[in-house]
């Protein structure tokens, strides 16, 4: 199956502070979706992003699918953003969504 | 509700037990998935429901895990004889129709297995 990378691993920001997180992919992945974990493990989906670029607020991605990587940007962040954000994505439509390992953010005021 | 919900919170049983985790999907969404997390890492898919069926349920680690959703609502997953290594956050999402459609996940149930 696919495998997923994500980094850095973990990342410590003061608020304010921009931050760039990565998700590569082994092989083409379909239906990439970026998540966030809060700290009481509550997953909420952040993007919806097979390929291009979306924005929300101060959180944007982009994903390049012939490259197999996806970018999740965090713009002057706040310690509501702490968590772990995972990449995850499937295999020709199969439902069989595979996540990283996730980059854990803490952002201290 | 609004949301995925999940019961119970937290189950602690014994090595050897039987236990079912509960999952109650946003009302409407035929898509349905299991997934189990153990700590520091990411979600692992177990099983995905397309209706009353389960469509993929090869992320199922064994014969001692089994689910249904009977009525194509609420989702029951089944685990016999526990083990230790059974211990993790089993989380239940759900979605409109498939995976090209947004996740919602509920709040897990934390498994101990003593």
């Known amino acids: 199956g696919i495998q997923v990378e994500q980094s850095p691993p973990d990342l410590i920001l003061q608020e304010g502070a921009n931050s760039t997180l990565r998700c590569n992919f082994s092989?083409?992945?379909?239906?990439l979706q970026w998540f966030h974990q809060n700290p009481w493990g509550q997953l909420i989906n952040l993007f919806y992003i097979p390929s291009g670029t979306k924005q929300n607020g101060r959180l944007s991605a982009t994903t390049v699918a012939t490259e197999r990587y996806s970018l999740l940007y965090i713009s002057s962040s706040q310690t509501t953003d702490s968590g772990v954000y995972f990449c995850a994505g499937d295999l020709y439509n199969n439902n069989d969504m595979r996540f990283g390992a996730g980059t854990r953010l803490t952002v201290k005021p | 509700g609004a949301g995925v919900s999940q019961t119970p919170s937290n189950k602690v049983t014994e090595k050897g037990k039987y236990v079912e985790l509960r999952c109650d999907p946003i009302?409407?969404?035929?898509?349905l998935y299991w997934y189990r997390q153990s700590l520091g890492q990411g979600p692992e898919f177990l099983i995905y429901f397309q209706g009353t069926g389960a469509a993929d349920d090869s992320g199922l680690p064994n014969d001692r895990f089994f689910a249904v959703r009977p009525e194509g609502s609420v989702s029951t997953l089944k685990i016999q004889r526990t083990e230790r290594g059974d211990s993790a956050v089993y989380l239940c999402?759900?979605?409109?129709?498939?995976?090209?459609?947004?996740?919602?996940f509920g709040p897990g149930t934390r498994l101990t297995v003593l």
């Open positions: 092989d083409s992945v379909n239906n």
């Open positions: 999402a759900s979605s409109l129709t498939q995976s090209t459609d947004t996740q919602y």
């Open positions: 009302s409407g969404h035929t898509a």
